[in-house]
């Protein structure tokens, strides 16, 4: 198990990456002190499941165009902002 700074790691990701995959593990130190452990997922399994058949929009017919709605952008805006 070998040491990192979190700027090494972010400086050689994708070798550490690769490395990784061949079943090397890392600690990530943050001013020397552990904050996480990067190893190799223990399944052989995908951790994202991708659909059998591509999405489509084909055959969607939309109800209102988001152009025949004046407001919206200042609507959604002031609702992310919690007003």
């Known amino acids: 198990m070998t040491s990192l700074s979190v700027s090494d790691f972010k400086a ?16 990530i130190t943050e001013h ?26 084909d055959g969607v017919e939309p109800e209102t165009s988001l152009a025949q709605q004046p407001g919206l952008a200042m609507a959604l805006i002031t609702e992310d902002r919690g007003e």
């Not at 050689?12 to 600690?27: D, F, K, M, P, S």
């Not at 904050?35 to 489509?56: C, I, K, M």
Request: charged fraction near 25%.
């Open 32 to 57: 020397r002190r552990p904050v996480a452990e990067v190893r190799r997922n223990g399944s052989d399994t995908q951790l994202v499941d991708y659909p059998s058949e591509p999405f489509s929009f």
């Open 12 to 27: 050689h990701l994708a070798a550490y990456l690769r490395n990784v995959q061949r079943g090397e593990t890392y600690v």
